[in-house]
């Protein structure tokens, strides 16, 4: 019995020793917890550049290769939008991007797009006869990469922008927004849509 018991806590210690994280998982987890204190102070400082109409100086938080579209579209927006404060109840950082929420429009277009029907692979060829060990050439033994840590980060902010009125409306709301970080080089930068301000939900 006593030869059970030693067997069952050899199995537990190697299954508690399997759960433990790895150095590399609780790398990634102190990154994420720094890169998530900077995404707040990014957060808030874009968008309260956004609630005070500095577009310009906001552009500078915005994906470089979208900058462009931020500003042609703030003009548009910064005549048509009035928001007093914001609150940022939540923020998140991943490795993975986040995934995004789908407009009505694109939504509608997916499902009258019709779904290809997959076609069957082809059923795999099996050689027969016998095969000899000298025929089979030894597979070089791979061994496993260090695991490296990511240059790419992505976080989502989901702000409040509270007493918002849109042009012509009157209608004063409380709205809450998805915004899409990207961490790069060190900075944060927003992947942004302006346009989103304007839709009424």
Not at 94 to 118: C, I, L, Y
Not at 137 to 144: G, Q
Request: net charge negative; with cysteine.
């Amino acid at each position: 019995m006593s030869k059970l018991r030693f067997l069952l806590l050899i199995l537990l210690v190697l299954v508690l020793a399997g759960a433990k994280p790895s150095c590399y998982d609780k790398r990634i987890n102190k990154k994420q917890k720094e890169l998530l204190e900077e995404l707040k102070t990014y957060s808030a400082s874009y968008n309260r550049m956004i609630i005070w109409g500095d577009f310009d100086g906001a552009s500078a938080a915005v994906v470089p290769e979208k900058r462009v579209d931020f500003l042609e579209q703030s003009q548009h927006v910064a005549s048509m939008v009035r928001i007093e404060d914001f609150t940022i109840p939540l923020c998140q950082v991943s490795t993975v991007p986040f995934p995004r929420e789908e407009k009505d429009e694109e939504k509608g277009e997916r499902e009258t797009e019709a779904t290809p029907v997959p076609t069957p692979a082809p059923p795999p060829v099996e050689t027969v006869g016998p095969e000899s060990d000298q025929d089979k050439t030894p597979e070089p033994e791979v061994k496993p990469e260090k695991k490296k840590m990511p240059k790419i980060f992505y976080g989502m902010a989901l702000v409040r922008y509270i007493n918002m009125t849109v042009n012509p409306s009157v209608t004063v709301r409380n709205r809450l927004i998805r915004q899409y970080w990207i961490y790069l080089d060190g900075v944060w930068y927003c992947d942004a849509d302006l346009e989103e301000m304007l839709e009424q939900h």
